[in-house]
């Protein structure tokens, strides 16, 4: 069976009740592919979670953008997943680039949390990528490697681990890794993963794409055979999301 496209839209910090209402409106009234051809997960701040889980269409998923790595208690301004699974949150993000480099989360720091919130049900978009300074010096493959093994060091079941790739220096500047750019290091993590993890993780583990990608780039870059999906920034506070969400036919009719 392959590999289900996936869609994520990451609000990041951005939005108010009117906004969050207007987006949502937006998504609810938008033709897409159905639930058998793209899992669409809308990811917006904490405070914003059961707002949009009651105004949210039912075929699209929501997920929080971080949780605490243990359990709750004296942690002053954590989110902890059992607050999420209390909430019906079904998915968390981890791991992302912007926390990783402005809060210092480090490999094993994300990965200890990728584990602990599958250990309380829920599901993980974990991400890796590197900077420009890593690219450029060659070092983009060990860099999301060694992400990638503090992870997997962490976990025996990748069944609910989607695997964004996020090259750092893609994300918010407009610079977009070419889909060859993109295909290569999805082509060398899912080896890494069949080395790894074994064969059939390899093969059925979701890796996607985040990095400016928007209406005009999505098309090609889901066309490459290694990528899965998106994980959008920007992008998914407009109405451009949905050709993004609508790229996932790309699989379909290849």
């Known amino acids: 069976m392959g590999r289900k496209f996936f869609v994520g839209g990451n609000w990041k910090c951005h939005g108010t009740v009117e906004e969050v209402k207007k987006i949502v409106t937006t998504l609810s009234e938008a033709e897409v592919p159905p639930e058998d051809v793209v899992e669409v997960v809308i990811s917006p701040p904490f405070v914003f979670l059961p707002l949009v889980k009651t105004l949210l269409r039912r075929d ?60 309380q049900g829920l599901k993980v978009i974990a991400c890796v990528g590197e900077t420009l300074e890593q690219r450029e010096s060659g070092a983009t493959m060990a860099v999301v490697a060694a992400q990638t093994k503090a992870i997997a060091e ?15 220096w893609a994300i918010g500047t407009g610079k977009v890794a070419t889909p060859a750019q993109a295909q290569e290091v999805h082509f060398e993590l899912r ?19 985040g990095g400016s990608v928007n209406g005009a780039n999505c098309k090609e870059l889901a066309a490459q055979p290694d ?15 949905i050709d993004i969400i609508k790229s996932a036919t790309v699989k379909t009719t290849a």
């Not at 962490?154 to 750092?168: D, F, G, K, M, R």
Request: net charge negative; aromatic share 12%.
């Open 60 to 119: 699209f998923s929501i997920a929080a953008q971080n949780c605490w790595v243990r359990k709750g208690g004296a942690f002053t301004g954590e989110v902890s997943a059992e607050m999420l699974v209390n909430l019906g949150i079904p998915w968390v993000i981890l791991g992302h680039s912007e926390r990783r480099l402005l809060l210092n989360e480090s490999n094993d720091f994300v990965a200890d949390k990728v584990a602990y919130a599958l250990s």
């Open 154 to 168: 962490q976990v025996t079941h990748w069944s609910n681990i989607v695997l964004a790739y996020e090259p750092v």
């Open 191 to 209: 080896k890494w993963l069949h080395v790894n993890a074994g064969a059939e993780v390899a093969a059925s583990t979701r890796i996607i794409y």
């Open 227 to 241: 990528v899965d999906g998106f994980l959008v920034g920007g992008a998914s506070l407009k109405p451009e999301f």
